[in-house]
């Protein structure tokens, strides 16, 4: 059956109010053929996300509008395998109860520098293996803080975390990790790093969103064994103990406005 994504704006605050509604629903939901796998509220913006399983939009539509009249301001179709990569195991409240659950994210991107050359430079057979090594040392970070891989890009992994610091140290560690592994090697693994934070859902149905265009052109922007993160990231990190080198602002595709860079200070050569 399919699966859908809806969005309720409602005033700020309104968890508790979400959490009746979300009980009228589940009284609602046999009547139409529809499952409400969960919700989850940001009680900042009022903004109220539902995912559930229908035959159709309008049928969905009709459980909400008949249950308690809170119709959906938006409502897409989604993937579930891609809801489950990227915002992780699904969990269903205490019915009753208030779940306040932002559906901010953190996004990275991993990029092999010269990916290309590198093929033509040592065949395919070697270059696989430095394929390899990346992915073990990103997906090893990941593991170790709480990241979700969403994909692999061919030549980089694109990943989701609930904590910016999480994804911040995750990328300082695979710099890390690849500094070490460079020492002791004539092939040097260099990788670019680029993070960007906020809200996946957005106005224009899109799942992913301009959150991660702008992680991916950060990736891109970003020197080899740099790790470049938006301004959202640099200010939602300050205290935490992390260091930024002001890169000044660039012309990225798809941003009409030029965006702030900034790069992470990680370890020798950038403290």
């Known amino acids: 059956m399919p699966l859908y994504m809806d969005r309720h704006d409602l005033p700020p605050g309104t968890a508790d109010e979400a959490a009746r509604a979300h009980i009228l629903d589940l009284e609602t939901q046999e009547r139409y053929g529809v499952r409400y796998v969960s919700y989850w509220c940001d ?5 109220t996300f539902c995912l559930v399983e229908g035959p159709d939009m309008q049928t969905v539509e009709m459980v909400h509008r008949e ?8 409502i897409i179709e989604v993937d579930g395998s891609a809801v489950a990569q990227f915002l992780g195991r699904v969990q269903e409240p205490p019915v009753g109860e208030p779940w306040a659950e932002t559906a901010f ?8 520098e010269g990916s290309t050359s590198l093929t033509q430079r040592l065949g395919d057979g070697r270059a696989m293996a430095v394929l390899r090594t990346h992915d ?6 990941l593991t170790r803080r709480d990241g979700l891989e969403v994909k692999h890009t061919g030549d980089g992994i694109m990943a989701s975390f609930r904590s910016v610091v999480g994804a911040v140290t995750c990328a300082i560690d695979v710099q890390r ?3 070490e592994l460079n020492e002791d090697t004539d092939v040097q693994l260099i990788v670019r790093i680029g993070i960007s934070a906020g809200e996946p859902v957005t106005e224009n149905d899109d799942l992913f969103g301009s959150v991660v265009n702008l992680a991916a052109r950060l990736c891109s922007a970003a020197t080899g064994g740099g790790i470049y993160v938006s301004n959202a990231v640099r200010e ?3 205290g935490k103990g992390f260091s930024f080198e002001d890169r000044g602002t660039a012309s990225l595709k798809g941003f009409e406005e030029p965006v702030q860079l900034y790069e992470v200070r990680w370890g020798a050569g950038r403290a």
């Open 67 to 74: 249950a308690h009249g809170l119709v959906a301001s938006q």
């Open 136 to 141: 073990s040392v990103v997906r090893g970070a």
């Open 236 to 238: 939602l990190t300050l």
């Open 105 to 112: 994210r953190t996004i990275l991107f991993t990029d092999i």
């Open 43 to 47: 009680n900042g913006t009022g903004a």
């Open 177 to 179: 990790r690849l500094a």
